[in-house]
């Protein structure tokens, strides 16, 4: 065994507890899309508009799971980890069901509001954990399979929600002991929001390892885990450049990836009279099969270059992803045919899956312990912020004011997938030095031998 590797976790144990994250993961997405699919019996049986709707969607779970993450990430920084994940679980969990149990519009919203509270605790409090169960040389798998969770989610949600909608549009009211008559979409909240607690109770078998890669922070020396936060902010401003050479490239592709699949089956039944759920099924089959292969690909990659002396192999991985993410995104709405359009998704879901893991691993290891639950919630707010908000809309926006014409939407998608998709290789590439000069930082200021 290395001498970096001395006295982490035994591998198959580290492994286990990356499972255990990572089926977190998936139900998180699932609880967070499967509303999405649900638009329609949603509407009809509460009488809301499309307007309400979309505040479900978006506003209601996004400002509560950007805003909240930071404070949490800070928590998770100084507290145990796998309470503050066990509590969000919980939370998001109850708060899935009670969407299933509301009678009206302003209970949903309410519900809605609790999912999102609820996952935000998870992804800052999960990398800071996974960063302390294996040496840095060996992190970027795990960390690439836990983000491959978000992919699995998804497609589980597009496959189990596209065969629903059909279902539960004209189904009637059910009557359940206890719970009285329910709308069929309402048993589909409980339904998935249910499961998620047994991931709560197998955390009762993740134990809290000891912190590993704290700093020596100029700004604070001789702190220890009690960083101030005129501290952190200070170390994170004396070295923005390498951090907004990560999180900005991200977050360009993160609009992208928002902007396309949100318009996605839209552009199929517009273009070629495909019916929601049969895109739906395309779509979460080719997310299910790619996105392992492309989170193993990448991370087996990013852990093989960096071990062989290569400092800024992540970002490097991440920039081939990204070169193949747009490339495909700006042809996949021009393909002449919805099987030849799909055939095109196949490798741009593989790449999408290998840029979030590349990411988030390349910022635990330039990040000090003391900090990286911290950064990992600044960094999914980011992402998050931008990604819900522009992505969408963008594509809207250049279809209804640019073209105005609801036909041209295939060239709006190319358009904004080109422009994001450009920026995000732009922007990689430029922080390449920077990104590299940080890592051997981050090597040479570790507490201890191994300690990253």
């Not at 796998?82 to 949903?108: D, P, S």
Request: charged share 10%; net charge neutral.
């Amino acid at each position: 065994m290395k001498d970096s590797e001395a006295g982490y976790p035994q591998p198959s144990y580290a492994w286990y507890v990356v499972s255990v994250l990572t089926v977190g993961y998936v139900f998180s997405f699932l609880d967070r899309q499967i509303l999405a699919l649900l638009v329609e019996p949603i509407k009809r049986d509460l009488g809301i508009t499309d307007t309400q709707m979309s505040l479900l969607l978006g506003l209601a779970f996004a400002i509560f799971y950007t805003l909240l993450g930071i404070p949490i990430g800070r928590w998770a920084d100084r507290h145990s980890r796998r309470t503050i994940i066990g509590i969000g679980i919980v939370v998001w969990c109850i708060a899935t069901v009670l969407c299933g149990l509301a009678r009206n519009y302003t209970q949903l919203f309410a519900a809605r509001i609790g999912v999102g509270a609820g996952e935000a605790s998870l992804n800052p409090a999960a990398l800071s954990l996974i960063s302390d169960y294996f040496p840095a040389h060996k992190r970027g798998k795990p960390i690439g399979v836990f983000n491959m969770g978000s992919f699995l989610g998804s497609g589980l949600a597009l496959i189990l929600g596209g065969q629903l909608v059909s279902m539960l549009f004209d189904a009637p009211r059910i009557t359940v002991p206890l719970l009285g008559e329910l709308y069929a979409w309402q048993t589909a909240f409980i339904v998935v929001g249910v499961p998620g607690l047994i991931v709560a109770v197998l955390l009762v078998t993740v134990r809290e390892p000891e912190r590993r890669g704290s700093f020596a922070l100029d700004a604070d020396p001789g702190s220890g885990r009690q960083i101030s936060v005129q501290a952190a902010a200070g170390y994170l401003v004396a070295r923005w450049r390498s951090y907004a050479g990560l999180i900005l490239p991200m977050s360009c592709a993160t609009v992208l990836g928002y902007g396309f699949l949100s318009w996605m089956p839209t552009m199929f039944l517009r273009t070629w009279d495909w019916e929601i759920g049969r895109i739906a099924l395309a779509q979460g089959i080719v997310l299910l099969v790619c996105a392992p292969v492309g989170v193993l690909a990448g991370g087996w990659l990013v852990d093989r270059l960096y071990e062989s002396g290569t400092k800024d192999a992540h970002l490097r991985v991440f920039l081939g992803g990204a070169t193949v993410l747009l490339v495909t995104s700006v042809v996949l709405p021009l393909m002449p045919t919805p099987e030849a359009a799909i055939a095109v998704f196949v490798p741009m879901a593989t790449a999408s899956a290998s840029l979030p893991g590349a990411v988030t691993a390349a910022l635990m290891i330039i990040t000090p312990n003391q900090l990286r639950a911290q950064v990992a919630a600044v960094y999914y707010f980011m992402i998050n912020l931008l990604g819900l908000t522009v992505g969408p809309i963008a594509v809207a926006l250049v279809t209804d004011y640019g073209f105005k014409d609801e036909s041209a939407l295939p060239f709006s998608m190319s358009i904004v997938a080109g422009i994001s998709g450009a920026l995000t290789c732009l922007i990689a590439f430029l922080a390449l030095a920077h990104f590299r000069a940080s890592v051997l930082e981050a090597e040479g200021s570790a507490a201890s031998v191994g300690a990253t």
